[in-house]
């Protein structure tokens, strides 16, 4: 073993220091977890322009029945059904997930514990290939006879498992499939993530100075991993019974097919959080740069965040209420559902508290993290009357549960990435956006979602039926006030869809710009990503940083400026 | 200021894992297998629960002895991976023996049960006979790719400590998933087989 570590070391060594790559290995075959992290976060934005294409598809449809979509043509029934399935789908796992977990848990998490790359570099590689993979096969499942699935995200037996009820026997196939590989891709980051933040941290990093959004992304990859395995299970029943004729889910044969129900959402509760998470430790650490305040009770958080997890495994069945399943049971499960909006709760007075009394500096990151809050706070309270199995006996499947998990997915999703990648964006590229771009495209954004969902609340509650594609053939739907709702969603859409524009044009010009403007530290931070070049050179620091002190030391009493970094001694 | 004085008496050593990193990412993936069996067990424990009898009428009965005598193989196989382990920190060359005969024996177990698949195959008891059958040749086919991939990893390990290369932290984590393909088994002949 002895002669085997001074050849370790010097290739390491060389792999740092090298800096002639050729194309192929620096952008496509590299193990430097920021290229992979860019690898997923542009993967991740393509999927979302497709799956706000595909929402585009069918608003116009909802809107304007029958007509001739520009760029897409005529959508027929099935068509729709494959749209909302695969835009559900694709939001979720292909742009939540790897966005928020796997692009910024990839770039921040060895900058901000202050090592040279992941644990498992070549583990990171493949997860991220078997992640492009598992886009290609969805993006795929267009293309079969029969086209995509169209059996909703949730793929329910027998619709999914039966081609003659979905009449997609390919489709249903390849979606599976895809997600399948996703959800393996995940596990292999998820692995490096939890283990590189416990294993490689900075000397003198100890386990509460570790930044917030590090710890949420190590929590969510856990929540991820506890709870994914029975979802792989339910998956290789369901493609058996689809490919094989098994039938686990069949109940003319012995099976069951509330038992999907039941694996499905055992993972999907826990996905929500998953998926929360990264968003609100996101979130923590701009409110801190922007309010110049230390992050208020940095612990009780993080406790919070334990508590939030562990609870997320106990709710899950509250997306059965109307399945048949025991109205005892779902006693129990509305408590547990009451009960985990304590924990998220209280996260938000803690966000309000670190702001109370700080010097809050509007910038486009700060207000894409309040934004999140705001809109995010609506999401959460509209979920208490979901979570009350008497109330959501008359919402479930209505446009209010549409509205609502719109309302927790669009700030997750949407508002928590836009945040962290302006905020970033000059760690990753080394220059400043513009600001004034960034606060059009952020007004832009948020007012018309507001105008999108706050009618579909509306409409839910009106009693309008989700995986419906025509109105018109519903006559107590198809009133002129509520046709007028659809139309004002639909052109909510188009007008935030257009402002979109202005973010990639905001991200073309900053990123054309000839000089690097941005230096090490723009937004005077803490945490160590602030204290490399932008961009971080291969291996991230010449000489890797000491900590002295947690994340969140601004405004300390005593200091001419109003920031301590971590790796600064006293 | 109190917060300043105390962050100077700091002390910077560096941090030094309770686990080394490729034991705590093949434990991390064992929590995600156990999961994986898990939902397989709940779902195969409802249907049975909900099932007029089982196994089914006109089903074969599974080789409940023989595949007793299998266990204790397997989990015989664990115990000469232990004795590996074992010689590993004294003399490594020692380790070589045990090492291959824990693989064999797995190796035996992985070969006996496909020879139990095929007699029940032609028994009558196949993939798509029955619920009983779909879920025996899954959760049992589920488990037997994992004692496959074991088995290539303890391979891989004993490559390694025959050309002297086999770092302590590789052999841990194959370690690792072997106690866990052996682990689960017993648990998986008590629920499934009798």
Same mark, same amino acid.
């Given at each position: 073993m002895a002669e085997s570590i001074p050849a370790d070391a010097m290739h390491a060594h060389d792999d740092h220091h090298h800096t002639e790559q050729s194309i192929w290995s620096k952008y496509v075959f590299s193990t430097d977890h920021k290229m992979i992290a860019m690898q997923y976060m542009f993967t991740g934005m393509a999927m979302a322009l497709i799956g706000g294409f595909m929402a585009y598809a069918f608003r116009m449809q909802l809107a304007f029945p029958g007509i001739d979509v520009p760029g897409y043509g005529t959508v027929t029934a099935s068509d729709y059904n494959a749209l909302v399935t695969n835009h559900g789908t694709i939001m979720i796992f292909w742009v939540a997930m790897p966005v928020l977990i796997a692009a910024f848990g990839n770039y921040l998490i060895p900058l901000m514990v202050g090592c040279d790359d992941m644990v498992f570099p070549r583990l990171n590689r493949l997860s991220y290939q078997i992640f492009l993979l598992s886009a290609i096969v969805l993006i795929a499942s267009f293309f079969v006879p029969g086209g995509g699935f169209g059996g909703a995200w949730t793929a329910y037996p027998p619709l999914s498992a039966k081609s003659q009820y979905s009449l997609t026997a390919l489709g249903s196939s390849f979606w599976l499939v895809a997600v399948a590989l996703e959800f393996t891709a995940f596990l292999l980051g998820g692995i490096n993530f939890v283990t590189t933040a416990m294993n490689a941290r900075a000397p003198g990093m100890k386990i509460f100075d570790i930044p917030i959004v590090v710890w949420m992304i190590v929590v969510a990859s856990i929540l991820f991993m506890s709870s994914v395995g029975p979802l792989i299970a339910g998956a290789v029943m369901l493609f058996m019974d689809q490919n094989v004729g098994t039938a686990f889910f069949d109940p003319d044969k012995g099976g069951d097919p509330i038992l999907w129900q039941h694996l499905f959402w055992f993972f999907g509760h826990p996905e929500v959080y998953v998926v929360l998470l990264p968003a609100m430790g996101i979130t923590a650490e701009i409110m801190c740069v922007f309010a110049r305040k230390k992050m208020f009770a940095y612990k009780t958080f993080l406790y919070t965040t334990f508590a939030t997890g562990i609870l997320s495994f106990t709710v899950w069945a509250h997306h059965q209420f109307v399945a048949g399943i025991d109205p005892r049971m779902a006693n129990i499960f509305t408590v547990t559902t009451l009960l985990i909006s304590i924990p998220i709760a209280e996260m938000c007075f803690i966000y309000i508290a670190t702001l109370y009394g700080g010097s809050i500096r509007l910038t486009t990151p700060m207000l894409w993290a309040l934004a999140f809050v705001a809109e995010f706070l609506i999401g959460g309270v509209t979920g208490i009357f979901l979570g009350a199995s008497g109330a959501d006996i008359y919402f479930h499947d209505t446009y209010f549960v549409l509205a609502h998990f719109h309302y927790t997915f669009f700030p997750i999703a949407i508002i928590g990435t836009f945040a962290g990648f302006t905020y970033w964006f000059p760690k990753m590229f080394g220059k400043m956006m513009n600001d004034t771009l960034g606060k059009i495209h952020f007004w832009g954004t948020i007012i018309p979602f507001n105008f999108i969902f706050i009618p579909l609340f509306v409409l839910g509650a009106a009693g309008q039926h989700r995986r419906i594609y025509n109105y018109e053939h519903f006559p107590e739907l198809a009133g002129v006030e509520m046709q007028d709702m659809r139309v004002l969603a639909t052109v909510s859409m188009l007008v935030m869809l257009v402002f979109q524009l202005v973010f990639f044009y905001n991200c073309f010009i900053s990123w054309k710009k !000839?000089? !690097?403007?941005?230096? !090490?530290?723009p937004w005077k931070a803490n945490t160590l990503e602030w204290t490399t070049d932008s961009p971080p050179p291969h291996g991230n620091w010449p000489e890797l940083p000491t900590v002295y002190r947690g994340p969140y030391e601004y405004s300390v009493p005593g200091r001419e400026e109003d920031y301590f970094p971590q790796n600064v001694p006293d | 200021m109190t917060s300043r004085s105390t962050a100077s008496l700091r002390v910077i050593s560096d941090p030094r894992p309770v686990l080394p990193s490729a034991v705590l990412g093949m434990l991390i993936f064992v929590v995600a297998e156990m999961m994986m069996f898990a939902g397989l067990m709940s779902a195969y424990t409802i249907v049975r629960a909900g099932a007029l009898g089982w196994p089914p009428p006109g089903q074969p009965r599974l080789p409940v002895e023989a595949t007793a005598f299998n266990t204790a193989v397997l989990l015989a196989s664990a115990a000469f991976l232990f004795f590996a382990n074992r010689a590993y920190t004294r003399n490594?060359?020692?380790a070589k023996r045990p090492l291959f005969t824990a693989m064999a024996l797995g190796a035996f177990f992985v070969v006996f049960q496909g020879y139990e698949w095929v007699m029940l195959i032609r028994q009558g008891l196949t993939l798509t006979s029955s619920i009983h059958g779909s879920f025996f040749f899954l959760i049992v086919g589920m488990h037997g790719l994992h004692a496959v991939a074991g088995l290539t990893v303890l391979g891989r390990a004993g490559l390694k400590l025959s050309k002297g290369l086999l770092a302590p932290s590789t052999f841990a984590a194959a370690q690792v998933f072997w106690y866990f393909v052996v682990g689960l088994w017993p648990v998986l002949y008590f629920m499934v087989y009798l």
């Open positions: !000839k000089q !690097k403007d941005a230096g !090490k530290n | 490594r060359d020692l």
